[in-house]
């Protein structure tokens, strides 16, 4: 924890972890306080406002969002850098919370590592929003502001609290608009799709057509080709190829079936038609390769 003194003003910053930090920030005189700070666009940005009011100033001043008192602001634009510049009026105190969009996602699921961010789909998005504080938000606001603690848990007092801050933040009712954050949106896009990927595997010998499955899941059909593109690389029924020709393959390795039955368990009626597959993938017959492997 650390408090910084620049040109602008002061705030003490708080390290909660890589990409993930806490600034405190107080204007206690009579006098509009100016604070800065640079924040790139790979960011999301919540502003709470506990007392006062504040002002955000973007492009060089030709644009400004306020903030009141038991107000938030949410900012994120992933096409340009939104660095803070704020404008503090006399008795304000803020706490602002900032992230990463990937570790952002990462307090949600383990899914994050699967969202891809900056695909033509998500390259445009943006997203201002102020909103009124609950009551339990301006709670935890005030203990992050206002705590009488050993300097040995400070640190660790204040990470519990931004992360209880940004749960209760999201904690929405279940038919609210979640385009209020179109990454969360994505969150659930890509749970669709793995789970696209795992019926796909799970019946591979007779798999479901593009729109069975795409209805299965709950995704149009085109976000169900474009995400699983996007996730994996490749389309659904080249992916599933690749997987069964290497599922046959790993049967073949262990002696224990013959090319019917192998070809049979990954949804081939006649052995010619998986041979041929076979032969496509690999270059070579199913029988072929087991000589191969005995010869070895």
């Not at 990463?100 to 997203?127: C, G, M, Q, V, W």
């Not at 019926?199 to 007779?206: F, K, L, P, T, Y």
């Not at 149009?220 to 080709?225: A, E, F, R, T, V």
Request: hydrophobic share 40%; charged share 25%; proline share 3%.
């Amino acid at each position: 924890m650390e408090s910084k003194n620049i040109a602008q003003g002061s705030f003490e910053e708080v390290f909660i972890a890589e990409g993930f930090y806490v600034l405190k920030i107080q204007n206690d005189s009579t006098v509009v306080r100016k604070v800065g700070r640079e924040i790139d666009s790979s960011f999301i940005q919540f502003h709470f406002c506990l007392k006062g009011s504040a002002k955000f100033v973007f492009n060089q001043g030709r644009y400004a969002l306020d903030v009141s008192e038991e107000h938030s602001l949410l900012l994120y634009n992933t096409q340009i850098d939104l660095p803070m510049n704020v404008e503090l009026n006399p008795n304000t105190w803020m706490v602002s919370v900032v992230m990463t969009i990937r570790k952002f996602h990462a307090l949600f699921s383990a899914e994050a590592d699967y969202i891809p961010f900056l695909t033509a789909a998500n390259k445009e998005k943006k997203y201002y929003a102020q909103e009124g504080v609950s009551p339990a938000i301006a709670v935890i606001l005030s203990q992050i502001m206002n705590y009488n603690l050993h300097p040995s848990i400070k640190e660790l007092y204040i990470k519990g609290k931004v992360y209880e801050l940004i749960s209760l933040y999201f904690n929405k009712n279940e038919d609210a608009d979640m385009e209020q954050c179109p990454f969360l949106v994505d969150e659930d896009n890509v749970r669709r799709i793995r789970q696209a990927k795992e019926i796909i595997i799970s019946r591979m010998a007779e798999p479901p057509t593009l729109s069975e499955l795409a209805e299965e899941i709950g995704l149009s059909l085109k976000k169900l080709k474009e995400g699983f593109k996007q996730i994996y690389g490749d389309s659904v029924y080249s992916f599933l190829f690749d997987y069964k020709m290497e599922y046959a393959r790993k049967m073949l390795e262990t002696g224990r079936h013959n090319v019917n039955e192998v070809g049979l368990k990954v949804g081939y009626s006649t052995s010619s038609h998986f041979i041929s597959a076979f032969k496509k993938k690999y270059n070579t017959t199913p029988k072929k390769y087991l000589m191969s492997l005995t010869n070895a």
